[in-house]
């Protein structure tokens, strides 16, 4: 792991590439990936109330672990969810992914998950590789009701009207960074600069 601390936060509409971004960053920087997809279906499978109370102090002894570093996706999603961050953390810095509409719209709309695992496939450039069924474990895949296309174009306005404030904000401290693209591959550069510049990685950009 990093020896310095830093802590960032993705932001971005879904479908950005949120997840894959910070999947890089965790590789390319020693970081800890603190998803808060993932905690939710740990604390699911934990047993309900008391899971999720169990997966919560743990995600919460992770951010505030003097030797964290850690980068979050999706969250926060809303003011209230940043201010209550606040109160947990101070952010070193937010990465935003602006991905244009009609990209967003075909990736979720070409969008299957593992339900048990989260893993998520694109049936355009990321397919399983048998179709309909998860590669790991040979189990069914399915389609979100808000992935599928009459459900798209309400859940973006939504993040878009609720992700706002929580932009404007980070950017009033002078702690955002935007990244606009319509391919992860090509933003990602970026983002590995950015990061270089405050805290040395751990693989080339080669080599991630």
């Not at 800890?32 to 008391?50: D, I, K, M, P």
């Not at 992770?62 to 980068?71: E, I, S, V």
């Not at 953390?89 to 991905?99: G, R, W």
């Not at 309909?132 to 040979?138: H, K, Q, S």
Request: proline share 7%.
């Amino acid at each position: 792991m990093a020896s310095k601390v830093l802590r960032a936060v993705v932001l971005g509409p879904p479908g950005s590439g949120k997840g894959t971004v910070c999947e890089r960053i965790a590789r390319s920087f020693g970081f800890q990936h603190l998803s808060s997809g993932q905690f939710l279906r740990e604390s699911l499978r934990g047993g309900g109330v008391g899971g999720f109370g169990s997966i919560a102090a743990a995600f919460l002894a992770l951010l505030t672990a003097p030797c964290c570093c850690g980068t979050r996706a999706g969250f926060p999603r809303t003011l209230g969810q940043a201010e209550a961050l606040d109160r947990i953390c101070d952010l070193d810095l937010v990465i935003s992914l602006n991905i244009p509409f009609e990209t967003l719209k075909d990736r979720l709309s070409a969008r299957w998950v593992h339900p048990g695992s989260g893993r998520v496939y694109n049936m355009d450039f990321n397919p399983p590789q048998v179709q309909g069924i998860d590669d790991l474990t040979g189990e069914p895949l399915v389609q979100r009701d808000d992935d599928k296309p009459e459900a798209v174009a309400a859940r973006l306005r939504k993040y878009k009207d609720a992700a706002k404030p929580v932009i404007e904000l980070y950017k009033s401290r002078g702690i955002l960074h935007s990244f606009s693209g319509t391919e992860t591959n090509k933003i990602w550069p970026y983002v590995y600069t950015l990061l270089s510049s405050k805290i040395p990685p751990v693989l080339s950009d080669d080599e991630n």
